[in-house]
């Protein structure tokens, strides 16, 4: 950064900011420093988490992928199961990634990767101040000010805001309008005392119904994450607040979930709906949770006051429907890594050339997970039971189709976790 001033601000210490603050201390020289609204003691929301190789291999450039592999499971295939409990496609989610990148497709439980992101702060020495509440931005020609509630107060060269969809540096200062929408879908969730169904290698099952997508995934330990994907409609919006009606939706949820899903259970059958029955009776804690995302097309830093940029879920949350929320936020974080890297050696004139770069290359891959999501997400919607029946024999056709011609080991296109952001800074 300009002169001697290299203290970044970096508001939230999720994923997003974790990651920011241990790449640009490692890799930048800079001095990040850490502010986040909860508790140091406040828990881990989410259940497991799906990394493919495009997000495991910076994981690993972070060097925190000893300790991530240690805590998660490698996932070999995904099996789509019909109705009636029979295979429809299995897709090889591991070989050919693994044989490009030398990474395949790991599954962790949310609470352990922050676990060694944490460990990853304190290894690099990452100061992170606890419930301080942003109330507002000051962004001048030569530094950057944050106010916080308590009175304090910080300046740095550079502010990133790291702090979710519900962003607090975008909504006081970045696009102040620009507020997330709900997609429409909803899952209830757990993880059980129950291991996956006995493959080989590690599986993730899943199996669309009319009422929505049921899904299972190993957890060490010999626990499974299951997860129901559904279509939900809004709660009423007539309250101040409209957490509020979420609230009264969760409680209803979570007292009829058994109910209802053994409605749904009942399409299910074979070993296949057997298993799912076991999961959902071994269920104690069960979670209920709103998918919701930013629309397209929001600002990212705000033209004239330039040192000031949104990353991850701050910038452009997305549905879970794609797969690639971790891989995203990575690739953020080492894009800004290098484009700030680039400044330092005097390669851009200023920061604004430096967010309007990443914007110009963020934006258009952002975009197109951001529609494969929403592609996918739809498909939870409630549908008629003999559509369903029709795309089975669909997938299965196309499925059958793939392996008469000698299409690849996968059967799909990797194009999208076979990227590495970092090749984008050798051409800017």
């Given at each position: 950064?300009?002169?001697?001033?290299?203290?970044?601000?970096?508001?939230?210490?999720?994923?997003?900011?974790?990651?920011?603050?241990?790449?640009?201390?490692?890799?930048?020289?800079?001095?990040?420093?850490?502010?986040?609204?909860?508790?140091?003691?406040?828990?881990?929301?989410?259940?497991?988490?799906?990394?493919?190789?495009?997000?495991?291999?910076?994981?690993?450039?972070?060097?925190?992928?000893?300790?991530?592999?240690?805590?998660?499971?490698?996932?070999?295939?995904?099996?789509?199961?019909?109705?009636?409990?029979?295979?429809?496609?299995?897709?090889?989610?591991?070989?050919e990634p693994k044989e490009k990148?030398?990474?395949?497709?790991?599954?962790?439980?949310?609470?352990?990767?922050?676990?060694?992101?944490?460990?990853?702060?304190?290894?690099?020495?990452?100061?992170?101040?606890?419930?301080?509440?942003?109330?507002?931005?000051?962004?001048?020609?030569?530094?950057?000010?944050?106010?916080?509630?308590?009175?304090?107060?910080?300046?740095?060269?550079?502010?990133?805001?790291?702090?979710?969809?519900?962003?607090?540096?975008?909504?006081?200062?970045?696009?102040?309008?620009?507020?997330?929408?709900?997609?429409?879908?909803?899952?209830?969730?757990?993880?059980?005392?129950?291991?996956?169904?006995?493959?080989?290698?590690?599986?993730?099952?899943?199996?669309?119904?009319?009422?929505?997508?049921?899904?299972?995934?190993?957890?060490?330990?010999?626990?499974?994450?299951?997860?129901?994907?559904?279509?939900?409609?809004?709660?009423?919006?007539?309250?101040?607040?409209?957490?509020?009606?979420?609230?009264?939706?969760?409680?209803?949820?979570?007292?009829?979930?058994?109910?209802?899903?053994?409605?749904?259970?009942?399409?299910?059958?074979?070993?296949?709906?057997?298993?799912?029955?076991?999961?959902?009776?071994?269920?104690?804690?069960?979670?209920?949770?709103?998918?919701y995302r930013l629309p397209l097309?929001?600002?990212?830093?705000?033209?004239?006051?330039?040192?000031?940029?949104?990353?991850?879920?701050?910038?452009?949350?997305?549905?879970?429907?794609?797969?690639?929320?971790?891989?995203?936020?990575?690739?953020?974080?080492?894009?800004?890594?290098?484009?700030?890297?680039?400044?330092?050696?005097?390669?851009?004139?200023?920061?604004?050339?430096?967010?309007?770069?990443?914007?110009?290359?963020?934006?258009?891959?952002?975009?197109?997970?951001?529609?494969?999501?929403?592609?996918?997400?739809?498909?939870?919607?409630?549908?008629?039971?003999?559509?369903?029946?029709?795309?089975?024999?669909?997938?299965?056709?196309?499925?059958?189709?793939?392996?008469?011609?000698?299409?690849?080991?996968?059967?799909?296109?990797?194009?999208?976790?076979?990227?590495?952001?970092?090749?984008?800074?050798?051409?800017?």
């Amino acid at each position: 950064m300009e002169g001697k001033n290299k203290k970044v601000i970096i508001i939230g210490a999720g994923i997003c900011g974790l990651a920011t603050a241990i790449r640009l201390r490692d890799h930048n020289g800079l001095e990040p420093v850490i502010y986040e609204i909860r508790s140091h003691d406040a828990g881990t929301l989410g259940g497991s988490l799906g990394i493919p190789c495009n997000g495991l291999l910076l994981l690993n450039r972070l060097g925190l992928w000893d300790s991530i592999a240690a805590q998660g499971v490698d996932i070999a295939r995904t099996v789509l199961h019909s109705t009636s409990g029979g295979i429809l496609k299995e897709v090889d989610v591991s070989t050919e990634p693994k044989e490009k990148t030398g990474f395949g497709y790991h599954r962790i439980n949310r609470s352990k990767l922050m676990d060694c992101l944490m460990e990853g702060a304190e290894r690099s020495q990452i100061p992170i101040h606890w419930e301080k509440r942003l109330v507002s931005i000051h962004d001048n020609a030569d530094s950057i000010t944050v106010n916080f509630s308590d009175g304090t107060s910080e300046t740095a060269s550079l502010l990133l805001g790291c702090d979710g969809i519900h962003s607090t540096v975008r909504t006081l200062h970045v696009d102040p309008g620009f507020k997330p929408e709900y997609s429409g879908i909803s899952a209830v969730s757990s993880i059980v005392d129950v291991p996956n169904p006995n493959d080989k290698e590690p599986c993730l099952h899943s199996t669309l119904t009319p009422q929505g997508m049921l899904a299972s995934a190993p957890c060490p330990n010999n626990q499974t994450f299951w997860f129901f994907s559904k279509q939900v409609p809004l709660p009423s919006q007539d309250s101040e607040d409209a957490r509020y009606g979420w609230s009264l939706h969760r409680q209803k949820e979570m007292t009829e979930f058994r109910e209802s899903l053994s409605t749904v259970l009942d399409g299910v059958h074979g070993d296949w709906g057997q298993h799912l029955r076991r999961l959902v009776n071994a269920s104690k804690d069960v979670h209920f949770y709103p998918h919701y995302r930013l629309p397209l097309g929001g600002k990212w830093f705000k033209p004239g006051a330039t040192r000031c940029l949104l990353l991850g879920d701050a910038a452009h949350a997305m549905q879970p429907h794609a797969g690639q929320g971790v891989s995203i936020v990575m690739e953020d974080v080492f894009l800004i890594s290098g484009l700030l890297k680039k400044f330092e050696n005097k390669e851009y004139d200023s920061l604004e050339a430096v967010f309007a770069k990443f914007d110009e290359i963020r934006r258009p891959r952002i975009d197109k997970i951001s529609l494969t999501a929403q592609r996918n997400g739809a498909k939870r919607k409630n549908q008629n039971p003999w559509v369903v029946w029709a795309k089975e024999w669909v997938v299965w056709a196309m499925s059958y189709v793939s392996g008469v011609w000698g299409m690849s080991a996968s059967g799909v296109d990797h194009g999208d976790v076979i990227y590495d952001v970092e090749d984008e800074l050798k051409n800017c």
